[in-house]
């Protein structure tokens, strides 16, 4: 690991002006992301804004929303109680990711930093345009069975990791930002980009903003939510394909839907057209057909991950069908 400085601020505007001054300074939350590629040399930040003095630590309801603080860790925002009274799909999400362990460190700004975990990546030996741009994808042309169906481009095929994020994806949640040029706020399906021609950026975070918070407005999906979670093997490991799959029901028919999947694009995937298809249909293992295959149009695979063309309808499927409660 290359040496770097460490900082320790108690002021949210020392801490943002520490990193918008310095273009090899990065915020520090939990960690386990951050020290993991420094150690491979993936990522080499010559100075730490280490965030944990920042107050930022609350789960608030405020008028018509919850306001989740971006330094509260991933396993007290699935504990608590008001996470799993309103928003089931979020804490099943968080829980779905990593380890007991991690989830006490990992932190809710992290967990939406975390990079991808494409082999090219992190394996400094081998070309990624996300690493080091103009090297070119080596998962192209390569190994590519964890990689994107929907969303690719030339440049880059990697997925986002991210479970949380989905659920966030599909509740419509609205992210806090704070920076040199001040607060702004954006919605929360716009937060992660498409890698276009420039993987390198994963986000549309200015440098200096710092997340504050995500607000995650009340809506009528608690009853009827669920996150599955598609992977190798049972527990600590990412998605192959997950789905957030969440229903308003009433008389047996779906008022509304909110749907989105990972491990499938290089951002939290909703579904919008699948979710517009869903309104007004009855509850019925037909009704998911036709949505899932709504939502796979304009899918793509590569050499390794052509299962993921039927595995993520399937999944879709399976996830409505347990949200809805017919599984
Ligand atoms: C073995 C292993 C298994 C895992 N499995 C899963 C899984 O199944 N599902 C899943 O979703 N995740 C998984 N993870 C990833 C884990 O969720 C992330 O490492 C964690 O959420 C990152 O949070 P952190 O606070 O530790 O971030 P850090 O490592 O501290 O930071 C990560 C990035 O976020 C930036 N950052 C942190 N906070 C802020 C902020 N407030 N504002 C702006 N930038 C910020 C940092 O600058 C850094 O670039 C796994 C991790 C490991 C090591």
Redesign the pocket.
């Known amino acids: 690991m290359k040496q770097f400085q460490y900082m320790r601020p108690t002021k949210q505007k020392a801490a943002t002006d520490a990193v918008a001054k310095d273009p090899t300074a990065?915020?520090?939350?939990?960690?386990?992301?951050?020290?993991?590629l420094m150690k491979r040399e993936v990522m080499q930040p010559e100075k730490l804004v280490d965030?944990n003095m920042l107050p930022l630590k609350k789960i608030e309801q405020r008028n018509g929303s919850v306001r989740i603080g971006?330094l509260v860790s991933?396993s007290a925002v699935a504990e608590d109680r008001l996470i799993v009274e309103k928003f089931p799909l979020l804490s099943q999400a968080l829980v779905s990711?990593?380890s007991a362990q991690?989830r006490n460190?990992?932190?809710v700004?992290?967990?939406m930093?975390?990079r991808t975990r494409c082999y090219y990546f992190y394996d400094t030996a081998l070309p990624c345009n996300k690493r080091e741009p103009g090297s070119g994808c080596g998962a192209i042309e390569g190994i590519n069975d964890q990689h994107a169906i929907f969303g690719f481009s030339e440049n880059c095929i990697a997925v986002n990791?991210?479970?949380?994020s989905v659920a966030l994806a599909a509740l419509d949640a609205t992210v806090l930002l704070s920076g040199p040029k001040g607060e702004r706020r954006i919605p929360f399906i716009d937060f992660h980009r498409l890698p276009g021609d420039q993987p390198e950026v994963d986000t549309n975070?200015m440098r200096g903003e710092?997340?504050v918070a995500v607000d995650v407005p009340e809506s009528p999906y608690a009853q009827n939510a669920h996150y599955l979670k598609v992977r190798e093997r049972a527990s600590?490991?990412?998605a192959l394909v997950s789905v957030a799959a969440a229903l308003d029901i009433q008389n047996n028919t779906i008022q509304s839907a909110r749907l989105a999947m990972g491990g499938v694009a290089h951002k939290p995937w909703r579904l919008f057209d699948a979710e517009k298809a869903l309104a007004g249909k009855p509850v019925s293992e037909e009704s998911f057909w036709q949505a899932a295959e709504v939502a796979m149009r304009g899918a793509k695979a590569f050499e390794h991950n052509a299962f993921k063309l039927k595995l993520a309808p399937n999944s879709i499927v399976q996830a409505l069908k347990t949200a809805a409660g017919i599984a």
């Open positions: 990065l915020f520090i939350a939990g960690g386990t992301n951050l020290i993991d965030i971006a991933n990711g990593a991690l460190m990992a932190t700004g992290g967990n930093m975390q990791p991210s479970d949380m975070l710092l997340i600590f490991a990412f």
